[in-house]
């Protein structure tokens, strides 16, 4: 049976208007398809229909206020919206518990709601983040509770997000689409789908465990390969070496199909997907009698990141003279990633705590994050300014490299920073002719491996 209506373009609800369902469903709409969004939560679908964008995305909020009142974004905390629909996109959280297995509750209410209402014709697509085996597994006998059967009555395929944050809305249009699909049919209407709406190539695999783990893979390696920039940088900075160069020479080598990719050190992984993604690897892989080492200690070296850094800060500030306990540490930056204000799992965090712990009054400053949440995160009053966070600092610790921070003016802060002032470098990664250049105003300059 085909999955994909012939005579008009289809109709799409997305179950799950987070990160990944808003910047899905605002893109599509935006390319003229019809799209529902559907969520349980009734305060976030109340703020999308006043055109409010709940979540820090560059261009998200002005594409959502472009389409308020147009017939192509509909929001709903009900599920018969799906009915009208062709294709349903399920894009809920997939956390993972205590003992790092995927916590599949609300995928599982989700098809539990999603059962009774499915119509012959409708194609279900699994975008959230799962398990190998979870969509046929799991998914799919859930879905035959309403009476249909996959394959003969509706299609049923995992297409993974594979989006990369501050840059989410063109990689949509630009990133090849991931079909896996539990019959051929499935998958075929599921590629005629994103190449219709999207206009963005679909590389067709012979099975949902294939596309599944596509998207562990690709987690896993960005994982593995960071822990070599960090482990890397450990390295330099014991041979007083700057890595950057290092890197720079190193990724100069042609290798495969391409050149050595050491990426960029930091104080950490955070965010949604890399803290948590191996781990869904580590314990699939477990439950059928193989250990993935690489991932025990993959993660082991980036979740060790933050002590290294709030060490490395005390350290350099004994150096100078000044004892963590009398020291003032100015924090800018508190998101996990640069350019966006997205706190979760923030290295940032730890990083703070080790500092207060350590005796060091500690002010903070990000003017991405939400202020609210980074006081109930830390535990920290967030500075209102720039000037008000480094009043008086001893070290000015750059932990996001946001924009506005790659263009601080370091003579101006002179003046209002304690003598003598570090300036570690977290994230921000300052060329030598700014190093130098602080150096001349007379800072003092650390970063991670530099």
């Known amino acids: 049976?085909?999955?994909?209506?012939?005579?008009?373009?289809?109709?799409?609800?997305?179950?799950?208007?987070?990160?990944?369902?808003c910047c899905l469903g605002v893109t599509l709409a935006e390319q003229g398809l019809h799209v529902t969004g559907i969520d349980r939560d009734a305060r976030l679908i109340a703020q999308l229909e006043e055109g409010r964008c709940h979540i820090s995305e560059p261009g998200l909020a002005e594409a959502l206020t472009r389409l308020r009142g147009t017939s192509r974004?509909?929001?709903?905390?009900?599920?018969?919206?799906?009915?009208?629909?062709?294709?349903?996109?399920?894009?809920?959280?997939?956390?993972?518990?205590?003992?790092?297995?995927?916590?599949?509750?609300?995928?599982?209410?989700?098809?539990?709601?999603?059962?009774p209402r499915l119509r012959r014709g409708h194609l279900v697509v699994l975008k959230s983040t799962v398990a190998p085996g979870t969509t046929r597994g799991l998914v799919r006998p859930r879905l035959e509770t309403?009476?249909?059967?996959?394959?003969?009555?509706?299609?049923?395929?995992?297409?993974?997000?594979?989006?990369?944050?501050?840059?989410?809305?063109?990689?949509?249009?630009?990133?090849?689409?991931?079909?896996?699909?539990?019959?051929?049919?499935?998958?075929?209407?599921?590629?005629?789908?994103?190449?219709?709406?999207?206009?963005?190539?679909?590389?067709?695999?012979?099975?949902?465990?294939?596309?599944?783990?596509?998207?562990?893979?690709?987690?896993?390696?960005?994982?593995?390969?960071?822990?070599?920039?960090?482990?890397?940088?450990?390295?330099?900075?014991?041979?007083?070496?700057?890595?950057?160069?290092?890197?720079?020479?190193?990724n100069s080598l042609p290798k495969g199909g391409g050149h050595v990719n050491i990426l960029l050190p930091s104080v950490g992984v955070g965010g949604y997907c890399l803290t948590k993604d191996p781990w869904i690897t580590w314990n699939a892989a477990r439950e059928?009698?193989?250990?993935?080492?690489?991932?025990?200690?993959?993660?082991?070296?980036?979740?060790?990141?933050?002590?290294?850094?709030?060490?490395?800060?005390?350290?350099?500030?004994?150096?100078?003279?000044?004892h963590p306990d009398g020291a003032k540490v100015a924090v800018l930056g508190a998101a996990f990633k640069n350019n966006t204000g997205d706190l979760r799992s923030t290295p940032v965090k730890p990083v703070v705590d080790g500092l207060l712990a350590a005796g060091v009054t500690v002010s903070l400053?990000?003017?991405?994050?939400?202020?609210?949440?980074?006081?109930?995160?830390?535990?920290?009053?967030?500075?209102?300014?720039?000037?008000?966070?480094?009043?008086?600092?001893?070290?000015?610790?750059?932990?996001?490299?946001?924009?506005?921070?790659?263009?601080?003016?370091?003579?101006?802060?002179?003046?209002?920073v304690s003598t003598p002032c570090l300036i570690f470098d977290g994230r921000a990664y300052y060329p030598q002719e700014t190093i130098e250049h602080v150096r001349r105003l007379g800072f003092t300059y650390r970063g991670i491996g530099r």
């Not at 009208?84 to 790092?100: H, L, N, S």
């Not at 933050?306 to 003279?321: D, F, K, Q, S, V």
């Open 146 to 250: 309403g009476g249909l059967v996959q394959g003969d009555d509706f299609g049923l395929v995992f297409c993974p997000e594979r989006l990369s944050e501050g840059n989410a809305l063109s990689e949509l249009r630009a990133l090849p689409i991931i079909v896996g699909g539990c019959d051929p049919e499935s998958t075929h209407s599921a590629t005629e789908f994103w190449k219709r709406a999207l206009d963005v190539p679909a590389w067709e695999y012979t099975s949902p465990e294939v596309a599944e783990i596509v998207k562990l893979a690709d987690n896993w390696w960005i994982d593995h390969n960071i822990a070599l920039a960090n482990d890397l940088a450990r390295l330099c900075d014991a041979f007083h070496v700057d890595v950057l160069e290092v890197i720079g020479g190193a």
């Open 73 to 115: 974004l509909a929001f709903s905390t009900g599920y018969d919206a799906i009915e009208g629909a062709d294709v349903i996109v399920i894009a809920v959280g997939t956390p993972i518990g205590e003992d790092r297995s995927l916590v599949t509750r609300q995928l599982e209410e989700v098809c539990a709601e999603l059962a």
């Open 365 to 416: 400053h990000d003017p991405l994050a939400d202020a609210e949440e980074l006081r109930a995160l830390t535990g920290v009053e967030p500075s209102a300014s720039l000037e008000e966070a480094v009043a008086g600092a001893h070290c000015l610790a750059v932990l996001a490299g946001h924009e506005p921070f790659q263009q601080l003016d370091f003579a101006a802060l002179r003046e209002r």
């Open 1 to 21: 049976m085909r999955f994909l209506p012939d005579s008009r373009e289809p109709r799409v609800a997305i179950v799950g208007f987070g990160y990944v369902g």
């Open 288 to 322: 059928h009698g193989v250990r993935l080492r690489t991932v025990e200690t993959v993660r082991a070296v980036n979740d060790a990141m933050p002590g290294y850094t709030h060490e490395t800060i005390c350290a350099e500030l004994a150096r100078a003279g000044r």
